[in-house]
């Protein structure tokens, strides 16, 4: 297994906003940088003083009902820990991730994979100034979107950015590099609100091919997502799916979960579906506390292999 602590560079890039005016009000750069904005349906756990644990559930909710979301929320500032980026071409559970980095105290799973057959290099992938993946495949790919953001990292595990990927990776300083879509807020603008925005499109997205944006994006599913706040605390996020107790989110309504709960500097969508795993020390039966569909059961067992993993040590 390679691991490297991790945290963040620069980068550029523009993207049309549309119409986001309604979820800035009340949510800009001079907020006070606190995790949660509102307490109701929230349950919250001190895994240590740098590592907070949120859980969100609701069936009343009128805007985030019958939803099951876990938040940790990390502060390198503390110096008490570091996050931890894994990456195995063997792919492997989140739990079993976890084994393997002494001290772990939480994780979630990372981007979407690498070594896939189908992928045609459509993700980047730096750890310790080495490009173990790099983005070939032209703007016509279905892939196109699937890196348009990036989290860049320092090996240290302390500092950590998110922004949109540039046309040239090379151009990008950091050591550290692993991309991801969509992005979902950029300095504080909810960009995610616009990216796969279905509403009033007269389009049957069933037909579509299953990465095409609009499909993959624009319609419900379990997700995985991290952020960046103010003061540079790293979010991890999962959003549960495929059950009527846990329906999933759009990239559009992960978008303004994040921003009415915790609003973050930045925030990017990585691999979900089935890959959505949140990990956390002690928990039973087996660490892992979201609900992975694999096993098309509302339980803890459902874990897919996946080839990164992004902890808290």
Same mark, same amino acid.
């Given at each position: 297994m390679?691991?490297?602590?991790i945290?963040?560079?620069?980068?550029?890039?523009?993207?049309?906003?549309?119409?986001?005016k309604?979820?800035?009000?009340?949510y800009?750069?001079n907020?006070?940088?606190?995790?949660?904005l509102e307490?109701?349906?929230?349950?919250?756990?001190t895994?240590?003083?740098?590592?907070i644990?949120y859980?969100y559930?609701?069936?009343t909710?009128?805007?985030?009902?019958?939803?099951?979301?876990?938040v940790v929320s990390?502060?390198?500032?503390?110096?008490?820990?570091?996050?931890?980026?894994?990456?195995?071409?063997?792919?492997?559970?989140?739990?079993?991730?976890?084994s393997k980095?002494?001290?772990a %105290?939480?994780g979630?799973?990372?981007?979407y994979?690498i070594e /896939?057959?189908? @992928? =045609?290099?459509?993700?980047?992938l730096? #750890?310790?100034?080495?490009?173990?993946?790099q983005v070939?495949?032209?703007?016509?790919s279905?892939?196109?979107?699937?890196?348009q953001g990036?989290?860049?990292f320092?090996?240290?595990g302390?500092?950590?950015?998110?922004?949109f990927?540039?046309?040239?990776?090379?151009?990008?300083?950091?050591?550290?590099?692993?991309?991801?879509a969509?992005?979902?807020?950029d300095?504080?603008?909810?960009?995610g609100?616009?990216?796969?925005?279905?509403?009033?499109?007269?389009?049957?997205l069933?037909?579509?091919h299953?990465?095409?944006?609009?499909?993959?994006?624009g319609v419900?599913h379990p997700?995985?997502?991290?952020?960046?706040?103010?003061?540079?605390?790293?979010? %991890?996020?999962?959003?549960?799916?495929r059950?009527?107790?846990? /329906?999933?989110? @759009? =990239?559009k309504?992960l978008?303004?979960? #994040?921003?009415r709960y915790f609003?973050p500097?930045?925030?990017m969508?990585i691999?979900?579906?089935?890959?959505?795993?949140?990990?956390?020390?002690g928990?039973?039966?087996n660490?892992?506390?979201?609900?992975?569909?694999d096993?098309?059961k509302?339980?803890?067992y459902?874990?897919?292999k996946v080839e990164t993993?992004?902890l808290?040590?």
């Amino acid at each position: 297994m390679q691991k490297i602590k991790i945290g963040l560079a620069t980068a550029l890039m523009a993207f049309a906003l549309g119409s986001c005016k309604t979820y800035q009000q009340g949510y800009g750069k001079n907020n006070t940088d606190v995790d949660l904005l509102e307490k109701a349906d929230w349950k919250i756990d001190t895994l240590r003083k740098d590592v907070i644990w949120y859980q969100y559930s609701s069936t009343t909710n009128p805007e985030f009902a019958n939803q099951n979301v876990n938040v940790v929320s990390f502060n390198p500032k503390a110096k008490l820990g570091y996050a931890v980026l894994a990456y195995e071409k063997e792919k492997d559970s989140l739990s079993v991730f976890a084994s393997k980095i002494p001290g772990a %105290l939480a994780g979630i799973n990372a981007t979407y994979f690498i070594e /896939k057959k189908d @992928s =045609a290099d459509y993700m980047h992938l730096r #750890l310790k100034g080495k490009d173990l993946q790099q983005v070939k495949v032209p703007k016509s790919s279905i892939y196109w979107w699937k890196h348009q953001g990036m989290m860049t990292f320092n090996n240290e595990g302390t500092q950590f950015d998110i922004q949109f990927s540039p046309e040239n990776f090379a151009s990008v300083k950091s050591e550290n590099i692993i991309t991801g879509a969509p992005m979902l807020v950029d300095d504080y603008k909810p960009v995610g609100l616009t990216f796969a925005d279905t509403s009033g499109l007269k389009l049957d997205l069933k037909k579509l091919h299953y990465e095409h944006y609009l499909k993959h994006q624009g319609v419900r599913h379990p997700r995985t997502a991290v952020a960046v706040t103010k003061t540079g605390k790293l979010l %991890l996020i999962t959003v549960d799916g495929r059950n009527a107790a846990a /329906k999933g989110m @759009s =990239a559009k309504e992960l978008t303004q979960f #994040l921003v009415r709960y915790f609003n973050p500097k930045s925030a990017m969508n990585i691999d979900g579906g089935g890959s959505t795993m949140m990990w956390i020390k002690g928990q039973v039966p087996n660490g892992i506390v979201n609900y992975p569909t694999d096993n098309k059961k509302f339980d803890h067992y459902g874990q897919r292999k996946v080839e990164t993993a992004l902890l808290i040590k």
